[in-house]
């Protein structure tokens, strides 16, 4: 099939494929993002090969371009979220969306991992060989799944109890966490870090959920009759959504525990009183740092119960000193499409080529990282990857293992120069640097003069967010006094049009989906300009 063909079938619109309470979209990824955008944010983003299995019992496989995306979302709105124990009327279908589902899972437990502390040897070893073939501990079994996915029955069933046991004892310990006396916290969490005690059972947790998400996807990736295997694919797609709400509703529990963890009353400012209390600062940032990962990147997941991003909530402020949002707000440094107007191309253009040099070194130890443990990804499957990865970042969900929380044009830069290193696109010289961050700017300047998306308010106001975002960071970098805080248009609209809690959870909702699409526009902004 040539180029050209299947350019003409990626552009006749995205497919959609419904089962239970998933649909899956397939298509161009200006066309995705639009789809996603409008009303379907929660969604999980997949490279097209991570269901060829199912596209290819449909056949379609070559329906679609290789650059297509598939995005996966859960309506959480249907109750109950279960799926019919009978075959559909293409059992195919059911084919490709248990895998959608599994790979999704599977990507995002991944990405915790990555986000999370290392499991602890002695934790590891408490808990226990597992009772499956061979008898390995939990990490051992990890890093041979990691590189050699198999399905077997037994594992899966082994797992899936333990999952349930940790579960159950990370609910019960976070629950004592927080009904002991605060004056007790330090013991507390000195008991929950020891190796049986249970915030070490939350990185063991997710390395058992990665397992048991593999087994699930290695085994709908062997499928042959689809009409044969779709009562079975009801029950393993009805299990998926079942751990899916479990980890949500443990979300809620973690997120709590981390609020406890972080007060800033346990942090003193005192110089002597910090020396005194460092211990027991770096054991509560210890337990923050396991926590925090799976709260930040499940929590998102699900748009169920009004779920609002802490910096969104009525009242409060982000946990995070660096996000200025409300502090801007209040002084009235509101910027918008006038800093577009006021900037020198050039200027954002030498802005980002420094900064490109600065995060060389973290993206190329990030891609020899990604490429030691996950093999076997596909190269579309590594740049999905490294998106998701950026989209956490730069709305802050979770920190970079060696740099910490960053700014949106450190992530920007950062994710630049981690597609140029996974395309190998020559990256040793600055010249070539400078170039690459001057075809940022391009993109970023002329997006939104692209036929890319039909004439839309939502549409357009991502786009503008976005490129007066990053125009916004590069005066900062280039020592301008001038801010454009991310949400501090958010804060002042509440304040001034939503006077009511109401109005402003409505509010926050929709300026939230705003945000969310600035910033995947960005991830496509930064994938045209990096070749």
């Known amino acids: 099939m040539t180029a050209e063909h299947n350019a003409t079938l990626s552009e006749r619109g995205p497919q959609f494929f419904t089962d239970g309470p998933i649909t899956v979209a397939i298509g161009g990824e200006a066309a995705i993002t639009r789809w996603e955008i409008l ?3 929660t969604a999980g983003r997949l490279s097209v090969d991570s269901v060829a299995h199912g596209l290819t019992l449909l056949g379609l496989r070559d329906d679609f371009a290789d650059d297509a995306v598939v995005s996966v979302f859960v309506d959480d709105a249907e109750d109950p979220l279960v799926f019919a124990n009978v075959a559909p009327e293409i059992p195919a279908r059911r084919v490709l969306i248990a895998e959608a589902m599994a790979a999704v899972w599977n990507n995002r437990i991944q990405d915790i991992a990555d986000a999370s502390a290392p499991l602890y040897q002695e934790a590891v070893e408490d808990l226990g060989r597992l009772e499956i073939p061979g008898s390995p501990y939990l990490n051992e079994l990890l890093a041979q799944r990691r590189r050699t996915a198999i399905t077997d029955r037994a594992e899966v069933e082994a797992l899936n109890q333990l999952i349930h046991e940790l579960r159950q004892a990370v609910v019960f310990g976070a629950a004592g966490f927080l009904a002991a006396d605060p004056a ?6 000195r008991k929950a870090l020891a190796p049986d005690g249970w915030i070490h059972r939350v990185s063991l947790l997710v390395a058992a959920e990665e397992c048991l998400a593999g087994a699930l996807l290695a085994g709908i990736r062997s499928t042959g009759d689809p009409e044969a295997v779709a009562g079975g694919l009801a029950a393993d797609c009805t299990f998926m959504l079942g751990n899916r ?3 949500l509703d ?3 529990v973690l997120a709590d525990v981390v609020t406890v963890l972080e007060d800033p009353a346990l942090r003193p400012s005192h110089r002597v009183t910090r020396m005194v209390t460092r211990s027991t600062q770096r054991m509560l940032d210890g337990a923050v740092h396991i926590i925090q990962p799976f709260v930040n990147l499940r929590g998102p997941g699900s748009d169920r119960d009004g779920w609002l991003p ?18 801007a707000a209040d002084e009235g440094q509101i910027f918008d499409a006038e800093l577009v107007e006021d900037f020198r191309p050039e200027e954002l253009a030498t802005a980002f080529g420094e900064l490109f040099e600065e995060m060389l070194p973290d993206a190329e ?18 740049k999905n990857r490294a998106e998701r990865r ?7 969900k979770t920190a970079d293992t060696n740099l910490g929380y960053l700014e949106l044009d450190e992530a920007v830069a950062l994710h630049a120069m981690t597609l140029a290193l996974l395309r190998e696109v020559p990256v040793d010289n600055p010249g070539k640097r400078e170039r690459q961050a001057r075809q940022l700017q391009l993109a970023i300047s002329g997006y939104g003069k692209l036929q890319e998306f039909p004439d839309n308010q939502l549409i357009q106001r991502g786009i503008s967010m976005a490129q007066t975002s990053l125009y916004a960071v590069a005066f900062q970098r280039l020592g301008q006094d001038r801010r454009f805080p991310k949400l501090a248009v958010l804060m002042a609209m509440l304040e001034r049009f939503a006077p009511t809690v109401n109005e402003r959870l409505i509010a926050e909702r929709a300026l939230h989906v705003i945000n969310g699409g600035a910033v995947r526009i960005l991830a496509m902004m930064v994938d045209k300009a990096i070749r």
């Open 39 to 41: 009303g379907h944010m």
């Open 184 to 189: 007790e916290l330090k013991d507390t969490t």
């Open 245 to 247: 709400a479990a980890d």
């Open 250 to 252: 443990l979300c809620e």
């Open 310 to 327: 802490p910096e969104l909530m009525p009242g409060e402020r982000s946990r995070d000193p660096r996000n200025s949002a409300a502090a």
């Open 365 to 382: 130890a990030y891609v020899k990282k990604l490429r030691n443990d996950y093999p076997d990804d596909s190269a579309s499957q590594r």
């Open 390 to 396: 950026f989209m956490d970042l730069a709305t802050g």
